[in-house]
Nanobody, 123 residues
């Protein structure tokens, strides 16, 4: 069973910083692309940033220059460093990962999601 567990969310003032973490657990053979998404109340889930297994990154225009995605393959963990936070960044943040794993003796490749962590930017 593959699980993604996020941490690091919370309440922060405008212009503050937070660092989100997401660890992948299970019998992991390979982790390919990893990413962060967010969903604000009443809005669709949107892509924030992605990172390939080789470390190439991309991010949405709304967070460019403020957010940085990174990963530590030795820890099966992806991070999102968020600086200069704005009230409009308030949302539930979800990580996802394209994972090749062994489950019940079967090798399986699928995309998995974390449970989400709340980020609230408010004074």
């Amino acid at each position: 069973q593959v699980q993604l567990v996020e941490s690091g969310g919370g309440l922060v003032q405008p212009e503050g910083s937070l660092r989100l973490s997401c660890k992948v657990s299970g019998i992991i053979l390979s982790i390919y692309d990893m990413g962060w998404y967010r969903q604000a109340p009443g809005a669709e889930r949107e892509l924030v940033a992605t990172i390939t297994s080789g470390g190439s990154t991309s991010c949405s225009d709304s967070v460019k220059g403020r957010f940085t995605i990174s990963r530590d393959n030795t820890k099966s963990t992806v991070y999102l460093q968020m600086n200069s936070l704005k009230p409009e960044d308030t949302a539930v943040y979800y990580c996802n990962a394209d994972v090749r794993s062994r489950q019940g003796g079967v090798i399986k490749r699928s995309t998995y999601w974390g449970q989400g962590t709340q980020v609230t930017v408010s004074s």
